[in-house]
């Protein structure tokens, strides 16, 4: 077979393949199905808000193309309810967009219980983390600050997050078979925090 032609085609099964995985601390893994969003070209950053400043939000520029969804009044409560988390640790902006784009990716910002057949593993909340894998209890992972903190304490131990692409920093602490799908939410992220974070 032609090289360009393997190539292309190894390169559309590994995009075929790609979607949302996570697993435990840093150290675990585990098997999800992808979660689907809607692509769209990339926009500015919603930076309306006083002191919300988007150079914070997308120090790297988005990479790839962008999905985004439509939130329902729970999901955006979830995303606030990361947002809040986010400040009780005492971190910045840019760990919520991480944070949101990385609940985005595993579960739509939605607070995922089991799920059956269709559950990986023992996956959980809104970062399907796994109580097997030492994330906490099912009522500690499906609290959202709990997960968010739970999730963020990970990322704090990642040296040089804040510089990182989001994508990068999302799978060092999720450890997912698809490390590259964090990237496809962080415009939707950056977008939410510049909503949120001084409301």
Do not use: C
């Not at 950053?45 to 962008?66: E, N, R, S, T, Y």
């Amino acid at each position: 077979m032609n090289t360009i032609i393997r190539k292309s085609v190894l390169g559309i099964a590994g995009l075929a393949f790609a979607g949302g995985v996570f697993a435990g601390p840093i150290a675990a893994h585990a098997d999800a199905r992808p979660v689907e969003g809607k692509p769209v070209t990339a926009v500015a950053v919603q930076a309306d808000k006083p002191g919300v400043d988007k150079a914070k939000l997308i120090p790297h520029g988005v990479q790839g193309a962008q999905s985004r969804i439509d939130l329902n009044n729970e999901q955006v409560a979830n995303a606030k309810a990361i947002i809040a988390a986010t400040k009780k640790a005492g971190l910045p902006e840019r760990a919520a967009v991480i944070s949101i784009a990385t609940s985005l990716q595993e579960s739509k910002l939605e607070n995922l219980g089991h799920l059956g057949d269709r559950n990986d593993h023992d996956s959980l909340g809104l970062f399907q983390q796994r109580p097997s894998s030492g994330w906490g209890t099912p009522e500690q992972i499906t609290d959202p600050e709990y997960a968010t903190l739970a999730f963020e304490k990970g990322l704090k131990q990642v040296d040089g997050w804040q510089d990182m692409p989001l994508t990068e920093a999302a799978q060092t602490v999720q450890v997912s078979a698809y490390p590259d799908a964090y990237a496809q939410w962080e415009q939707q992220a950056a977008d939410i925090v510049a909503q949120h974070w001084n409301s």
